[in-house]
């Protein structure tokens, strides 16, 4: 088991879009989707630097899971975020991402 150190603290949605950040720039694979809530969970970044691989959904988290679901089997790896009380769960998919893709 990989071993973290805390570097310092932040608020979680800006780690998490650091992280998502980061994942897209380890691996090309890595779309996110938002369900119209980018600037809140601080997916900017992401859609900034990776416009051709962020997608808006809209408000219609459903439609953004059937989005994503499709898609990942076509193997393409999707972070889709929406609900605030979800942000723990998508921290540990973007490390989980990372980390696989670097074994």
């Known amino acids: 088991m990989t071993h973290y150190e805390k570097q ?38 992401f859609a900034k630097e990776f416009p051709e691989r962020f997608i808006q959904c809209g408000i219609a988290e459903a439609n953004m899971v059937g989005i994503a679901d499709g898609t990942l089997v076509a193997l393409t790896l999707m972070i889709a975020e929406s609900r605030p009380e979800e942000k723990d769960v998508m921290v540990k998919v973007v490390v989980n991402l990372i980390n696989k893709n670097n074994q």
């Open 8 to 45: 310092s603290m932040k608020e979680l949605c800006a780690g998490m879009g650091e992280g998502l950040v980061e994942a897209g720039k380890r691996n090309e694979n890595v779309v996110a989707l938002s369900a119209d809530v980018k600037g809140s969970v601080k997916m900017d970044g």
